[in-house]
């Protein structure tokens, strides 16, 4: 098992930058794909981006590829999700996401969340 906690969130103008970072527990941590998922006011939860075990392949959603990156460190148990050019429609609530096999599609584990707003 994994647990989870989010951090960096907060409020930034359009065009902004933030990183996210997601710390995880255990010493599995390599064992687990990750990824970032968001849910925005009123709408359903969305996928953002997904990272392998290793780091060497990653994923993105097409509303984000180009703007966000996402990285991990399995040294200190710590994926990130660095976002950029950011805009209104990315404000949201961002959870980090564990799984042994696949984090695209109902990932086992979740963490709390962190707010992002971005201000036009």
């Known amino acids: 098992q994994v647990q989870l906690v989010e951090s960096g969130g907060g409020s930034v103008q359009a065009g902004g930058s933030l990183r996210l970072s997601c710390a995880a527990s255990?010493?599995?941590?390599?064992?687990?794909?990750m990824g970032w998922f968001r849910r925005a006011p009123g709408k359903e939860r969305e996928f953002v981006a997904a990272i392998a075990r290793s780091g060497g392949s990653t994923y993105y959603a097409d509303s984000v590829k180009g703007r966000f990156t996402i990285s991990r460190d399995n040294a200190v148990n710590t994926v990130y999700l660095q976002m950029n050019s950011l805009k209104p429609e990315d404000t949201a609530v961002y959870y980090c996401?564990?799984?042994?096999?696949?984090?695209?599609?109902?990932?086992?584990?979740w963490g709390q969340g962190t707010q992002v707003t971005v201000s036009s």
């Open positions: 996401a564990a799984d042994l096999i696949s984090v695209v599609t109902d990932p086992a584990y």
């Open positions: 255990g010493r599995t941590f390599g064992t687990y794909a």
